[in-house]
């Protein structure tokens, strides 16, 4: 499925300039990816399944007979928030340039739905919720150096926005929410961090707005999981918050390189303070307000 993310300059897309972003182009790309992908994915809307389907569940079911201690975390009110990750086009959408190599992910968990019942929930009981989103700005195409997977973002326009203070051809970009999360992440009381760069939350402001509230303890869900989802997992727990992760609340890339969703997942099962379903994660969010 590599094949279906879309590069526009084979030397990582440095050609963007401070004063201009190929939004006509991007968008285009952004269609390429979504159409190429729409011959063997099934496309992800609101009212699609809410759970990951009997076959993803069964191809990546727990072990029978773990060999490590099964920990767990409780929800505690005032102490305890949502934090979604990249709840955003580009990686949610058939849209989105990368749905050719995470659309069979995140179909198979039902991850759009999912991240909205978590969402549904948390207002409902009144938990504060936390947005880390991934913004790339025309100077973030200036950088000397790069890793495999920030090459490949830069190139294919990902997350692309014209500037910190612009937001021309924002609305519907692959950098905007899932149209379906607005009227949660738009209300007034979510709070929506400054942008993480590369995967983790250490150079946006989370962890500071989550001690501002005094949040030490966080469900955490989004995109993508081996990738920003695990790498706001481990900065979380190195920064002394206690984390449960919403197993499929999030998906990943499948390449040839290997399944970013079960890597990922076989590391929640090893450093997270819970590993929970969408169904469970809901039903503890609403006992907590009780």
Not at 89 to 116: A, K, P, R, Y
Not at 160 to 179: H, Q, T
Request: with cysteine; proline share 5%.
């Amino acid at each position: 499925m590599t094949d279906h993310i879309h590069h526009h300059d084979s030397n990582c897309g440095c050609d963007v300039s401070p004063e201009h972003v190929d939004m006509a182009r991007r968008r285009l790309m952004a269609r390429a990816a979504g159409a190429a992908a729409a011959a063997s994915t099934v496309a992800v809307t609101g009212g699609s399944a809410l759970a990951a389907t009997d076959a993803a569940r069964a191809q990546y079911a727990d072990p029978e007979n773990p060999g490590l201690p099964q920990i767990d975390m409780d929800i505690d009110p005032g102490r305890t928030a949502l934090v979604i990750t990249d709840p955003q086009i580009d990686f949610l959408s058939e849209h989105g340039v990368t749905w050719g190599v995470v659309g069979e992910s995140v179909t198979e968990q039902g991850t759009v739905d999912n991240i909205e019942q978590l969402l549904i929930a948390a207002k409902a009981a009144g938990m504060p919720v936390f947005i880390s989103p991934h913004y790339y700005y025309p100077h973030d195409h200036k950088w000397d150096f790069e890793g495999t997977l920030e090459k490949t973002m830069h190139s294919i326009g990902m997350f692309d926005r014209l500037g910190p203070l612009n937001v021309d051809g924002f609305e519907g970009s692959g950098a905007d929410w899932m149209p379906q999360y607005k009227k949660y992440i738009e209300d007034g009381e979510t709070i929506v961090c400054s942008p993480h760069k590369i995967y983790s939350p250490a150079q946006n402001d989370l962890n500071l707005q989550l001690r501002k509230r005094g949040i030490d303890k966080v469900i955490l869900a989004g995109m993508s999981a081996n990738l920003c989802t695990q790498a706001h997992l481990y900065d979380l727990l190195e920064l002394g918050f206690e984390v449960a992760v919403v197993r499929d609340a999030t998906a990943g890339a499948k390449v040839p390189e290997g399944d970013g969703y079960l890597a990922a997942l076989i590391n929640f099962r090893m450093v997270a303070n819970g590993v929970w379903w969408t169904h469970d994660a809901v039903d503890r969010i609403g006992k907590s307000a009780s």
